[in-house]
């Protein structure tokens, strides 16, 4: 596997397709949820990563030398013949074992080092990376599981910062650093009218059943299995129009509320959602307030789906799933004000454009 690693590059990714969408026919709009509490948006993060010590690759390890006998002394006039003579055969042989090297020289840790990088660099993008077995991975300060093959996931959030620190450290010790220029996005605005008021501004006891049902999705996406699942690649769950994407500040009844993290596809009651990939399915809840019939399927490294407003499911906590599998029914239950699937991808808390991980929504 050594051979297709390659080093990481620096340059700038193009923007994505989904980077930049057209405004949309305001009749699409109708097709909306969300999974989270009616809260004021959260305040565009700040602050840059401390550039201060992001150097590029160095070697901890000095390289090996060699140490070639040095010219004879003059300490004893006796021995002058043969130190020469052993000085010259040694010179010799110095020479031999520098040709015998050379070969080598240029590639001296091949195949210990080098790490490969495939996704797009983008806000809301998923990188898949591979290291060879046996490195270490820090993404912004914080470990990252590594496969035992050297797969790993580093993903970058909605209002991820410009750059981020990828640091390597590889099974011969050496040790590397990157700095991933993640490229800003614009997002759209908005507004859905005609909700129910309770489903915008929740009473007092539906808020307690709200933070009762966040905790149970955040335990679920806790989950960090070191299965590798994602690596079946992403199709998407459902065919249908695209009503809502990721990352739009959303404005409902009039009232500033959280962005938007999932893709919406409209399509009708009881049409089958199939697996987008391999998984395990971690969490199944007939109705929740917002999100109405829920569904969670773990991908492994911390990478997981969710599937909400379903009108069915179809398996159970617990079951594996492999992908094009029908899982559930698209519905309209929890908040929502019309029958579509709302697709979500998180990396842990961190929450991600399922978008960018399929091609065009297949006609
Ligand atoms: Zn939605």
Not at 60 to 87: K, T
Not at 178 to 184: G, K, S, W, Y
Not at 195 to 224: C, F, G, N, Y
Request: hydrophobic share 35%; proline share 9%; with cysteine.
């Amino acid at each position: 596997m050594g051979d297709s690693l390659m080093p990481v590059r620096h340059g700038r990714t193009t923007r994505d397709r989904a980077g930049v969408r057209p405004g949309r026919d305001p009749s699409q709009i109708q097709r909306r949820c969300d999974f989270t509490p009616g809260v004021a948006p959260p305040t565009r993060g700040s602050g840059s990563p401390d550039r201060s010590n992001m150097t590029g690759p160095h070697r901890l390890r000095p390289p090996r030398r060699w140490i070639c006998p040095g010219p004879a002394s003059s300490r004893s006039r006796a021995s002058g013949m043969r130190r020469q003579a052993g000085s010259a055969r040694g010179a010799a042989r110095c020479a031999v074992m520098l040709l015998l090297l050379l070969p080598f020289a240029s590639v001296p840790v091949a195949a210990e080092t080098g790490v490969r990088l495939d996704g797009p660099r983008v806000q809301g993008g998923l990188l898949r990376g591979r290291v060879p077995p046996g490195s270490t991975v820090e993404y912004e300060g914080e470990a990252v599981r590594v496969s035992a093959d050297g797969w790993f996931l580093v993903g970058f959030g909605r209002d991820a910062p410009p750059e981020a620190a990828l640091v390597v450290i590889y099974p011969n010790g050496q040790s590397e650093r990157q700095v991933l220029e993640v490229e800003r996005r614009e997002y759209d605005i908005q507004r859905i009218d005609g909700l129910p008021p309770s489903k915008v501004t929740p009473s007092e006891e539906d808020l307690a059943r709200i933070r009762k049902e966040v905790r149970i999705v955040k335990q679920a996406r806790k989950i960090d299995d070191l299965r590798t699942d994602f690596l079946s690649g992403f199709q998407w769950p459902v065919k249908g129009i695209i009503s809502g994407v990721y990352g739009s500040q959303r404005i409902l009844n009039g009232e500033p509320r959280r962005p938007h993290f999932g893709i919406d596809i409209a399509a009708p009651k009881g049409t089958q959602v199939v697996a987008p990939a391999d998984g395990v399915v971690t969490l199944v809840h007939p109705d929740m307030y917002f999100s109405g019939g829920t569904m969670i399927v773990d991908h492994g490294h911390g990478l997981s789906s969710a599937f909400l407003h379903l009108s069915r499911i179809l398996v159970d906590k617990g079951e594996r799933v492999v992908q094009g599998q029908a899982i559930a029914e698209v519905g309209s239950t929890g908040r929502s004000t019309g029958s579509h699937l709302d697709w979500r991808i998180n990396l842990f808390g961190r929450r991600l454009d399922p978008s960018l991980l399929v091609g065009p929504m297949p006609k």
